[in-house]
T-cell receptor, first 116, second 116 residues
């Protein structure tokens, strides 16, 4: 089965420090990977995606993600964290359904807490 | 563009009641889907539609019904609500018809449903 895993339930980082939110994937074929962020009582907002090409993907709000095929990872990063980055982050992979559609298979989420 | 809109934002039902969660998008997207979000489980696909008049089941379709009479609207019906359906429901849309795995899915703000 195609899946993603987020090994950390919570990540704590001080404001101004770099942050990393980890994601590993298990996919047969080409992986199409996404990162979303969810602020409290809000919907999911798209941050970035990896389709093909450059292994370093840049996204919204200063976030970027590094695709590593040998380690089957797609970690989310930001050089300097802000308190306002505190939120729930989801990694996801797009998979084909037998009925002809597709879906996002999500990880369980990582709560990021940025403190002063 | 309003993007993906959902109503209501909150709803409390009694066991056995029925209701419809509304979802609309103004981006002329072909692909729409419904997910439910439960703690520690990420998001799971309920139903999806690759275009007007076409719907199919996702991972957890039991107890839910959908229809897609227009491109813009994709309502989710709870036929006889059960406490196990207490969850946060998200509608999503993307431009592709379901075959492409590279398009971004955009999410609505969610409906928080409690079934007593």
């Amino acid at each position: 089965a195609q899946s993603v895993a987020q090994p950390e339930d919570q990540v704590n980082v001080a404001e101004g420090n770099p942050l990393t939110v980890k994601c590993t994937y298990s996919v047969s074929g080409n992986p199409y990977l996404f990162w979303y962020v969810q602020y409290p009582n809000r919907g999911l907002q798209f941050l970035l995606k990896y389709i093909t090409g450059d292994n370093l993907v840049k996204g919204s709000y200063g976030f970027e993600a590094e695709f590593n095929k040998s380690q089957t990872s797609f970690h989310l990063k930001k050089p300097s964290a802000l308190v306002s980055d505190s939120a729930l982050y989801f990694c996801a992979v797009r998979v084909i359904l037998t009925g002809g559609g597709n879906k996002l298979t999500f990880g369980t989420g990582t709560q990021l807490k940025v403190e002063l | 563009n309003a993007g993906v809109t959902q109503t209501p934002k909150f709803q409390v039902l009694k066991t056995g009641q029925s209701m419809t969660l509304q979802c609309a998008q103004d981006m002329n997207h072909e692909y729409m889907s419904w997910y439910r979000q439960d703690p520690g489980m990420g998001l799971r696909l309920i139903h999806y539609s690759v275009g007007a008049g076409i719907t199919d089941q996702g991972e957890v379709p039991n107890g839910y019904n959908v229809s897609r009479s227009t491109t813009e609207d994709f309502p989710l019906r709870l036929l006889s609500a059960a406490p196990s359906q207490t969850s946060v429901y998200f509608c999503a849309s993307s431009p592709d018809s379901g075959v492409s795995l590279t398009d971004t899915q955009y999410f609505g703000p969610g409906t928080r449903l409690t079934v007593l």
